[in-house]
Nanobody
């Protein structure tokens, strides 16, 4: 059994920062590709950022230069540093990761963490 747990969401004003964390627990041998998605009310879930085990990253155009994804394999964690937040960044943020457990590799989703940017 594998669980992904996000944390770090909250209510901030435009221009402020937040750091989201995603921790894998349970039967985790290793974490492969990790990604952050977000979903605003009425919108489809969209990819925000991704990071490969070798550290290669990719970002949605809307967050380039403001968000930074990172990982700590020793802690089985991925992070999303969000700076200069805008009203349109308001959404539920989800972590997705490819996790290798005993005998299998699957993709897992976390339960989401709310980020609200409001003046």
């Amino acid at each position: 059994q594998v669980q992904l747990a996000e944390s770090g969401g909250g209510l901030v004003q435009p221009g402020e920062s937040l750091r989201l964390s995603c921790v894998a627990s349970g039967d985790v041998f290793k974490v492969g590709q990790a990604e952050w998605y977000r979903q605003a009310p009425g919108n489809q879930r969209e990819l925000v950022a991704g990071i490969l085990p070798d550290g290669t990253t990719n970002y949605a155009d809307s967050v380039k230069g403001r968000f930074q994804i990172s990982r700590d394999d020793g802690k089985k964690s991925a992070y999303l540093q969000m700076s200069n937040l805008k009203l349109e960044d308001t959404a539920v943020y989800y972590c997705k990761a490819r996790v290798t457990s005993t005998g299998a590799t699957w993709e897992y989703w976390g339960q989401g963490t709310q980020v609200t940017v409001s003046s």
